[in-house]
């Protein structure tokens, strides 16, 4: 006779989500994909170490922990609508408390001509249609298991249309914020993202707390970038100290389309991202600068993959990652150069600084090459800080915290350079100097 | 100000200083010469604080302190500085931002009102002055990609902003052409006051041709064997290191070297 396994109170407490009321529910095709969704990862559970994926971040631990199936009192929570500032920041705005869209917060008046700009709840209820094809995505890996339960539990978001040619000249700013709650939430947001051919889009994705709290966050953003059209997309997590941010980016491209992401983690204490660029149009470009500085017991997962499917594309990924004290930081960065995407250009570079000797960072540069004719690099280090800069700069008399802090700082700063918005490339860097013990 | 007694030190086990004796006034120019492997730059090292020298035996103390039991970041704000033999080179870190950030730090210590931009700039603009270093090394990274004569000549810009009570002088003339030395010199004696003291630490009677020191002293395994005036560095020149080692048959095997 075989045992049944031990009862996992996460999935445990998905018992009666299907039942749930969400936007968009009464929906036919969208109840089905949701239902579906909500059926695979109740069979497949949450992944293991053994999941290649998940290799490094094990989930057991989130396994054992009961979520409530989002936060009915998300839409009464008080902010501060200063708190979700950020300098030089002044466009739209769509905000986010506890996964649900907060119209209070956000800034939707002044829409520049060729911007559509809508919370997925809202769309939901007009006009669903349009996004029939993306939310109805079924989910097949098994490394997917957060898609698929965001898939089924999503009822907000952000979806964002860039008219073909428009050029959006004030930065789009997309802000999540967390905020305690009646017990531990699992919020879910999808977002769907386009930018029309020939246009160009300044995003900005701001992830904040008002205050510590243990929710689960999710988010499935899908991102295309036609023909021809520019994106740049910043990207400041500072998530609740002690919450768990689990995102999943896909991005697009057309024919000389380009992309540029600049990805600062410094919130969290569980956090994965995936980011999967595909670059389907011949002399595409896309671009990644990240930073990751962890301390205390936080772990963040980064996975970064990236496909060369068209001629003459090109990507170029740089990537630092800071753990101290007892961290954990993970960065896998995998290129595929397909069949014909002759002439392509991709490289990789992660270099990553231990602060303690607690501390870890596992790094793993992939590079498959198919094609003919490309230019490939990659690279990936793990270290420590220079001692003998260290002493230099404490013979000129600043102190150790401060030395360690300005070598830090120096170690991570080269990425944010291109950062085009002046004052918001000093934010990183504040923020980066900030969270560093 | 500076009364080093005794002194013994010992780097990866091996005893490198074995009983260094030197007394440094206020406004006095100190040369300490001697052969490769005398103990020259340990002696350098000790004094700032660096890790990895154990101090076995003896005393430091400055202004009637105990300098060996402070931190690098202290002894700086305490008024000792050492300009480097090797000077490390800083990626991404800006020259002035570095060392603004170390003057305010010891200013700090010190119970001093930091400075900020506008006051530090006129300071920078005073010193540069007396350095003749182009400012357009301020504005790159510490010391990155500098030539071998631009990093020593920050070191005593550095020095200049910092306005230490006590500089040592770690082979500030090695790697350096003749015009560099000059320039580094004369940067150095632009320094020079009553209430700030010098330890110029060299392999070479040279820079001394531009450095007038008021003392001289030759260290030879780990000790100073031979003390006199500027004279004294002329004879060297003339008679090798050896001729300290004739006078004192125990170094004779550390001097042929």
Redesign the interface.
Known sequence: MSQSPAPVPFIDALRDAADLRLPGSGLAWLDAARRENLEAFIAAGLPDTRAEAWKYTALRALGQRRFALGDAQATGHLVDPHALALPGIDGPRLVFVNGVFRADLSRLETLSQGLTLQPLSKVLQNDPEPLRFALSRHYREAGDAFARLNAALAGDGVVLRVAPGARIGKPVHLCFVGTPAQGDVAWHVRNVIEVGEGAELNLVEHHLATASHKHLGTLVSDIVVHDGAKLHHALLQNAGEESTLIRRGSVHLGAKAQAMMHVLEIGGTLVRHDLHAELRGDGARFDTRGVFVLRGRQHIDTQLSIRHQALNTASESIWRGVADERARGVFRGAIVVAEGADGSDASLNNKNLLLSPLAEIDTKPELEIYADEVKAAHGATVGQL????L??????????A??RA??T???C??VFTALPNETLRDHFSDALLAHLP | MLKIENLHARVEGKDILKGLTLTVNPGEVHAIMGPNGAGKSTLGNVL????GYEVTAGSVLFEGHDLLAQ???D???AGV??A?QY??E????NNTY??R???N??RK?RGEAELDSMQFLKLVREKLKIMQISDELLHR??NEGFSGGEKKRNEIF?MAV?EPKLAILDETDSGLDIDALKQVAQGVNALRSPDRAFLVITHYQRLLDYIEPDFVHVLADGRIVESGDKTLALKLEEHGYAWVAERDPALAGEAST
């Open positions: 220079d001692e003998r800069a002493f230099y700069l404490r013979s000129r008399g600043l102190p150790r401060e030395a300005l070598l700082a120096a170690f700063r080269a | 700032s604080g660096r890790d931190e690098p970041e002894r700086a704000a500085f050492l480097f000077p490390v800083i990626p991404g870190v570095f060392l950030a170390a003057l730090a010891q210590r990274a510490v550095q910092l």
